[in-house]
């Protein structure tokens, strides 16, 4: 496994990167508002042993260890610019049978990479993403923001992002809760997902209903399927781990089989 810090058209990411199958396609795991590299802990690595596939975890700017970001300031369309990142990044490792796996925001630029990019996109599983705002995700926002200003989450999250937490949380909380971003909707760009559809998500998710789940695998254009998990949040993958883990080999394997 490969881990390093590589520069991507000025963004410098840090990534772990394993290719040793010769023509299997690679996973490629996009972490949430939080996350990190290091917060997948080794569920990529099982996913990826198990299918017999290649994995590509990376840290966004300003997460984990990659470089800080230059401002905490994002516009509505700051997850469709990531996906153009993710893209980049694809070209940059000659990557051209992604299997994007992403959590919460990483699920959301999961399926806008889909729509955009889909000769490189072989297959998505969508783990809790958004595709619109609702009010369940506006509070839970609220109550993560509040639990930054109450409990020892900015020491916890610092063990991940060291210096760069505050300015984390500001970009993402700022812009979840802002008027302008009442508006963001990408349902218009799910007519362009062709490739297979796994969307995940707990049936207890506090930042989401199954809402996002019904309207986005009625809207793709290939095949799709939802995996609803009961008494789970929002962090299926962490929560109900082998769960996670096996329907994921399951649909990977159905893909690539």
Same mark, same amino acid.
């Given at each position: 496994?490969?881990?390093? @810090?590589? +520069? ?96 919460? +925001? ?17 297959? @998505? ?45 500001? $970009? ?40 996002? @789940?019904?309207?986005? @695998?009625?809207?793709? $254009? ?36």
């Amino acid at each position: 496994m490969i881990e390093e @810090v590589i +520069d991507v058209k000025g963004q410098n990411l840090f990534i772990k990167f394993n290719n040793s199958f010769e023509n299997k396609p690679t996973i490629v795991f996009l972490h949430d508002s939080l996350g990190s590299v290091q917060l997948w802990r080794d569920f990529p690595e099982k996913l990826a042993e198990a299918t017999q596939c290649n994995v590509l975890v990376y840290d966004r700017l300003g997460y984990g260890k990659s470089f800080p970001m230059i401002t905490h300031e994002r516009e509505n369309n700051y997850m469709e610019l990531e996906a153009d990142v993710l893209n980049d990044l694809l070209s940059e490792l000659d990557i051209n049978d992604a299997i994007l796996f992403g959590h919460s +925001d990483g699920g959301t630029i999961a399926l806008i990479a889909a729509s955009k990019y889909p000769e490189k996109v072989k297959a @998505v599983i969508c783990e809790a993403g958004h595709i619109f705002v609702e009010d369940i995700t506006v509070k839970g926002v609220e109550e993560a923001l509040s639990a930054y200003n109450t409990t020892n989450l900015p020491q916890r999250l610092e063990k991940y992002h060291g210096d760069k937490v505050e300015i984390i949380v500001k $970009a993402w909380t700022e812009i979840w809760l802002s008027d302008k971003f009442r508006s963001w909707n990408i349902e218009y760009l799910l007519k362009n997902i062709k490739s297979p559809l796994l969307f995940i998500q707990g049936e207890a998710d506090e930042y989401g209903t199954l809402d996002q @789940v019904e309207r986005t @695998v009625s809207q793709v $254009a290939g095949r799709s399927e939802k995996f609803i998990i009961p008494n789970v949040e929002h962090t299926p993958h962490k929560e109900s781990p082998e769960i996670v883990l096996n329907k994921s080999i399951e649909f990977i394997n159905s893909v690539i089989n």
